[in-house]
């Protein structure tokens, strides 16, 4: 059973008010049939009141639910055949970031993805999916390898951010974020990305450039988190909801700016209420994006890539006149 949110608290109430009707009816043979009637239509509609005008914040909230499903649990629902490879040939393996060969709908692809843990032992092990310079270069390892056999790119994106350990910082993790961005914007192969819960920072867009980019709808997209950008702006953290709300950081924000080309809808309360529902959207969103894609030629994917990531931004052309002030 997920865990519930703290805006979700008057729903858990009424719910658990309806289930204590029902075992005293069972248990008493009291008939309280039309109250639990009237009880489950009022649950019906707070629930649609709750989730129909969810917050930023709450939407960081959502997408930050430990229970929602992982790269591997997208994985092992989405794609056959998969074999995970490990190392960047270079220093060492990285757990926060996992990646191999599978098939999708019988085509061979490359997986690569952040991945998060499911409880403090875990996360600690995966570093709660923050990846050190080998993962980056791990990833774009493979990245290159199905460049050279022909295999669509597929990334799945959830993670605070780069690790932001000394250690890591010695071993080039800015350079390696830096090389991924360059190396991804001219792969010659098709590249889908998508943000499945938290995308944060340079560690998220380091597997953010694609040819498609869908997010899922209550995932969120930013420069830096919410807290980081609180701290910066007010120097203090608590003001993370703050934040949130002018960052413009939601699926439907980024789908309005055009950064984002789709969003996959996730199941009432978010994708850890069913988590099995919300793989399917997933892998039907892949297979359409993939089958599309390879349909291209390469000359053809690289320019629609350039021009994609080029009318990213909006600006503004100010006068060089100079600027006349009244007397």
């Not at 658990?16 to 309280?32: N, Q, S």
């Not at 359409?288 to 349909?295: C, G, K, N, P, Q």
């Amino acid at each position: 059973m997920a865990a519930d949110l703290h805006f979700e608290k008057p729903l858990t109430e009424l719910r658990a008010k309806i289930e204590e009707l029902r075992k005293f009816t069972e248990e008493k043979g009291i008939d309280f049939t039309d109250e639990i009637v009237k009880l489950e239509q009022k649950a019906i509609e707070l629930e649609q009141s709750i989730y129909g005008e969810l917050t930023p914040w709450n939407k960081v909230q959502i997408a930050r639910h430990a229970e929602r499903p992982t790269t591997l649990d997208y994985i092992r629902g989405i794609f056959t055949d998969f074999i995970e490879l490990h190392g960047d040939r270079t220093f060492g393996d990285d757990p926060a970031l996992v990646g191999g060969i599978a098939k999708l709908d019988g085509i061979p692809v490359t997986v690569v993805g952040h991945q998060k843990g499911r409880d403090t032992k875990e996360n600690i092990f995966r570093r709660f999916g923050m990846p050190e310079p080998e993962g980056y270069r791990k990833a774009l390892r493979l990245m290159k390898q199905a460049e050279k056999f022909g295999r669509p790119v597929i990334c799945f994106i959830d993670t605070p951010g780069a690790y932001p350990g000394m250690a890591a910082e010695e071993r080039g993790q800015s350079e390696a974020i830096a090389r991924n961005l360059l190396e991804m914007a001219g792969l010659e192969t098709p590249v889908i990305c998508i943000v499945t819960g938290e995308g944060g920072s340079g560690g998220a867009l380091a597997l953010g450039v694609g040819d498609r980019i869908y997010m899922l709808e209550h995932a969120v997209y930013s420069v830096i988190s919410p807290e980081g950008a609180a701290a910066l702006l007010w120097k203090d953290a608590a003001q993370a909801q703050r934040a949130a709300e002018t960052m413009k950081i939601t699926a439907q924000d980024l789908y309005a700016f055009g950064i984002a080309d789709g969003i996959v809808e996730e199941p009432m309360g978010g994708a850890h209420k069913d988590p099995t529902a919300t793989v399917k959207r997933v892998q039907e969103q892949l297979v359409s994006a993939v089958r599309e894609l390879l349909l291209q030629s390469t000359d053809e994917l690289l320019e629609s890539r350039y021009q994609k990531f080029k009318a990213i931004g909006r600006y503004q052309e100010v006068s060089n006149e100079p600027l006349k002030h009244n007397a």
